[in-house]
C-alpha cells in the first residue's frame, strides 16, 4: 500500500499558477503510474494527468493540456502538478493516485491521497 498526501491547494484568481504536490510513502514509489484526478461539487471524479515511472510518459485530459505539468521526482517519492492560466471550471477538489498500470480509469488506481481544495475566482 502506498500512502499519499497531496498539499499547495488554495484561492487563486483567474489566470493565477499554482503547484500541487503529492508525497508517497510506503510501496516502491517509483516502479508505478501516478496520476492527478480532480472533483467539482455535484460532479463525477475526473481524469486530469498521468506520469509513467520513469516520467518519460505523461497524458493529460484536453481540458488542461498545454495549461498543466505534471511531474516526479522519485528520489523524493514526490509527484507535482504544475497549473498554469486557470480558469473558474478548474475549481475542484484534487487528488493524487497511484496505479501499477498507466490508465486514466479512476477505478484501476490503487491508492488516494485525501484530496486539497483548488478554488479560482473570476
Known amino acids: 500500500q502506498v500512502q499519499l498526501v497531496e498539499s499547495g491547494g488554495g484561492l487563486v484568481q483567474t489566470g493565477g499558477s499554482l503547484r500541487l504536490s503529492c508525497a508517497a510513502s510506503?510501496?516502491?514509489?517509483?516502479?508505478?503510474?501516478m496520476g492527478w484526478f480532480r472533483q467539482a461539487p455535484g460532479k463525477e471524479r475526473e481524469f486530469v494527468a498521468a506520469?509513467?515511472?520513469?516520467?518519460?510518459?505523461?497524458y493529460y485530459a484536453d481540458s488542461v493540456k498545454g495549461r498543466f505539468t505534471i511531474s516526479r521526482v522519485n528520489a523524493k517519492n514526490t509527484m507535482y502538478l504544475q497549473m498554469n492560466g486557470l480558469k473558474p471550471e478548474d475549481t475542484a477538489v484534487y487528488y493524487c493516485?497511484?496505479?501499477?498500470?498507466?490508465?486514466?480509469?479512476?477505478?484501476?488506481?490503487?491508492?488516494w491521497g485525501q484530496g486539497t481544495q483548488v478554488t479560482v475566482s473570476s
Open positions: 493516485a497511484h496505479s501499477s498500470v498507466f490508465t486514466t480509469t479512476p477505478r484501476l488506481y490503487e491508492s
Open positions: 506520469i509513467g515511472w520513469g516520467g518519460g510518459t505523461t
Open positions: 510506503g510501496r516502491t514509489f517509483s516502479r508505478n503510474t
